[in-house]
């Protein structure tokens, strides 16, 4: 059995679930009602890979909206309360999605084993972040020759450079492709310093200075409110992986030569019979979801039962190389750019010619 | 949108651990503990008196029921003797009051003969509501006091599982009983939380916390008991809202 810890997008999201599950009180309750609703395990579902083999899931929604980001302690206490949920139910591996694992990593939960009579068993838990970045790599390996970006030229941004999976990004870019140059943006410069002598290489900019240069944008920090980005000083074209959480780089850019690519998005090959990826506002929610939970999945179809992807840059080439052969074996794949996409992409390349 | 920014900021590690622990001897603290350790006290005693009740009414399990019984009684004395290490007479008058709704209920129910909503009230809420509030006042108690707490906590899952499995072997014939038993009692248990939110701040024991633990407890011995997680949710909401 695997897990899934996940949240609705918003308050108001929530309470229509509420509302859509019958549960009519917690639909009309106001949100300090809900800083004090325990995890919920929504549903159980079957799964079948590509190999045939079957596996077992759980959808554990930990209650916690972004509303809540703002009171570290109903926070903290929502993703300790689901992972202790998921843990009594006796789930072998919980990925932690959205915002719960940024949640346990900033806040340190790794300190707070003990939640009232349970421990926390690590290894039964996993950011999923390895299977993320191995496919945040792959869809700039795959998408960028589309746009008729030529990767072995071109200047890729990483945003987010020293995170976790920024990190594995910009291991995996430089020592397992022939990208042009990696820029390197983050906000702590020592973290940043490290990074670029462990790579043997990279630019350290500023976010202002990168964008301008950049052919393609990996994204993986969230992106405050207020960032605005200047759209005429960008190259067109432009490739953008939104690979933070919440996806809300489109609306800011996309669009005249800059495209926008949901970032850690897998398609499975077939229908899931489960309603929580609605609730996450993907495009097919039978077959869309996040790398992170595909992780749980991957870890159980493999029957690696351990806490795969855990900790800060702790994510090897190896590990996403083990992880991505799973990935396509069991049947996932890296979300590509759209039709419409690619299509606007060509007639501005022949326009160019023109 | 809150963005990880603004959520890093947060001093969370300072609050989590706990490490300011409340001055025990300030008067405002001992204030609180009056009332919040007569409740605590009068809890124990309610515990014990309704195991027995029950025990009337179940004389196949009176001897099992009587060793709850005797377990409260010794809890009583124990946070009985929190009080006296802190220096604090608990307020008694103020415990009897709080409890007098849930009592009520109980005593109806049991004069009607109705097992499954005494066991709701005493093994399932009152136990679960009691669970929830020692977890979160052992990291912020005296060191006497947490001794004490720690003991008793372990015990009150023994009471907690009784009322479970007697209510799982029965519960065919008695779930809607226990759904009107909750729709009754449960926003009681709501109210002497809101009651008790002011002292148990004092203590250190956010409110929000203590109805989130609450409810895991209940919803994990409902789930024991055999009600699907759509029944629970709808059933526990009414500790939410209302």
């Known amino acids: ?57 759980t959808y554990i929604d930990s209650c916690f909206v972004p509303e809540m980001l703002s009171r570290f302690k109903t926070a903290t206490r929502k993703v300790q309360n689901a992972m202790e949920l998921a843990q009594k139910n006796g789930i072998n591996v919980t990925a932690l999605g959205g915002f719960t694992s940024i949640i346990f990593e900033n806040y340190d939960l790794s300190k707070f084993q003990q939640i009232r009579n349970t421990t926390l068993q690590w290894e039964r838990f996993t950011t999923g972040n390895t299977h993320t970045a191995w496919v945040i790599c792959q869809q700039v390996e795959r998408n960028a020759p589309k746009l008729g970006i030529d990767l072995t030229t071109a200047k890729v941004a990483v945003v987010g450079a020293t995170g976790d999976i920024g990190s594995a990004v910009c291991r995996w870019l430089s020592q397992r492709t022939q990208v042009g140059e990696l ?27 990168a964008l301008p240069e950049a052919d393609v944008v990996v994204w993986v920090a969230s ?23 919440p996806k809300n780089l489109d609306a800011k850019v996309a669009g005249d030569g800059v495209h926008v690519l ?93 | 949108m809150a963005t990880l920014e603004t959520a890093a900021e947060a001093p969370a590690t300072l609050e989590l651990s706990a490490d300011a622990l409340p001055d025990f001897t300030s008067a405002n603290y001992k204030d609180a503990y009056s009332r919040i350790n007569a409740i605590v006290i009068e809890g124990e005693q309610e515990a014990h008196d309704n195991y027995v009740s029950i025990g009337t009414l179940l004389p196949d399990q009176a001897d099992e029921l009587t060793k709850l019984a005797r377990m409260e009684l010794k809890h009583m004395k124990g946070f009985t003797a929190c009080a006296n290490n802190l220096g604090v007479t608990a307020d008694m008058a103020f415990a009897k009051a709080f409890f007098a709704p849930l009592h009520g209920n109980f005593q109806t129910a049991l004069a009607a003969g109705k097992v499954p909503t005494c066991l709701l009230i005493q093994a399932l809420l009152i136990e679960a509501f009691a669970i929830s509030a020692y977890h979160i006042y052992i990291p912020v108690a005296d060191p006497f006091a947490r001794k004490i707490t720690e003991g008793v906590v372990k015990d009150e899952y023994t009471h907690l599982n009784y009322g479970q499995e007697w209510l799982k072997a029965n519960l065919d014939s008695c779930r809607e009983e226990l759904e009107q038993a909750n729709r009754d009692n449960l926003p009681l248990i709501r109210r002497m ?28 011995a409902l789930t024991e008991i055999g009600f699907t997680t759509r029944e629970i949710a709808r059933m526990a909401a009414s500790a939410l809202v209302g």
Request: proline residues 2%.
């Open chain 1, 183 to 209: 820029l390197l943006v983050a906000r702590q410069q020592q973290r940043l310093q490290d990074l670029q002598q462990s790579l043997g290489g990279g630019r350290i900019l500023s976010l202002e200075e």
């Open chain 2, 193 to 220: 939380l809101d009651q008790v939110a002011g002292d148990a701040a004092v203590l250190q024991m956010d409110k929000e916390d203590l109805i989130e633990d609450f409810l895991i407890a209940y919803q994990e």
């Open chain 1, 262 to 354: 949901k970032g850690g998005i897998v398609e499975f090959w077939q229908d899931i019979g489960w309603q929580m990826m609605e609730v996450a506002e993907m495009e097919n929610p039978r077959r869309h979801l996040f790398a992170c939970f595909a992780e749980a999945m991957l870890l159980e179809f493999e029957g690696i039962h351990t806490n795969f992807s855990w900790g800060r840059n702790n994510i090897s080439l190896a590990n996403m190389e083990l992880i991505g052969g799973a990935s396509l074996r069991h049947g996932f794949q890296a979300i590509g750019l759209a039709a419409d996409q690619l299509t606007s992409a060509l007639i501005g390349r022949q326009l160019a010619a023109a």
């Open chain 1, 223 to 245: 992106l405050p409110q207020t960032l605005s980005i200047d759209h005429d000083s960008l190259r067109k074209p432009c490739l953008m992986i939104d690979g933070g959480y």
């Open chain 1, 1 to 57: 059995m695997f897990g899934l810890i996940g949240h609705s997008s918003s308050f108001e999201q929530a309470q229509q679930k509420a509302m859509d599950l019958g549960l009519e009180e917690m639909a009309g309750a106001d949100l300090m009602a809900w800083c004090s609703a325990p995890p919920q395990l929504l549903e159980t579902f079957q799964v079948t890979s590509q190999t045939g083999k079957t596996i077992q899931g």
